[in-house]
Nanobody, 121 residues
Framework: VQLQASGGGLVQAGGSLRLSCAAS????????MAWFRQAPGKEREFVAA????????YYADSVKGRFTISRDSAKNTVYLQMNSVKPEDTAAYYC???????????????WGQGTLVTVSS
């Protein structure tokens, strides 16, 4: 299983950014894909998740209404559209796969490399 995250960068507060996670090596219709983030000195935290089959989505309260998780089945890619970003969104963002939905990063078996998002005030 390979997950390749991309799209991070520097953005001003109030701006937008889209992260991508290209996946290979699994039958994705059976899995849940998620985004987590980890700021310096903090624990990794849940951001959003999407059930590949059916498209059910889940969000952390801190990003609800600002971030949107979506998928492109033809490309086996999951996106995280980040709008109205805030300085507190600054973190390394990671995509991950698990069979069941969970907000606990310890439940996830496969991880992509992080992509850094920096929000300037």
């Amino acid at each position: 299983v390979q997950l390749q995250a991309s799209g991070g960068g520097l953005v001003q507060a109030g701006g937008s950014l889209r992260l991508s996670c290209a996946a290979s090596g699994l039958t994705f219709s059976r899995y849940n894909m998620a985004w987590f983030r980890q700021a310096p000195g903090k624990e990794r935290e849940f951001v959003a998740a999407l059930r590949w089959s059916g498209g059910t989505t889940y969000y952390a309260d801190s990003v609800k209404g600002r971030f949107t998780i979506s998928r492109d089945s033809a490309k086996n890619t999951v996106y995280l559209q980040m709008n109205s970003v805030k300085p507190e969104d600054t973190a390394a963002y990671y995509c991950a796969i698990n069979f069941y939905f969970s907000r606990d990063p310890l439940r996830y078996d496969y991880w992509g490399q992080g992509t850094l998002v920096t929000v300037s005030s």
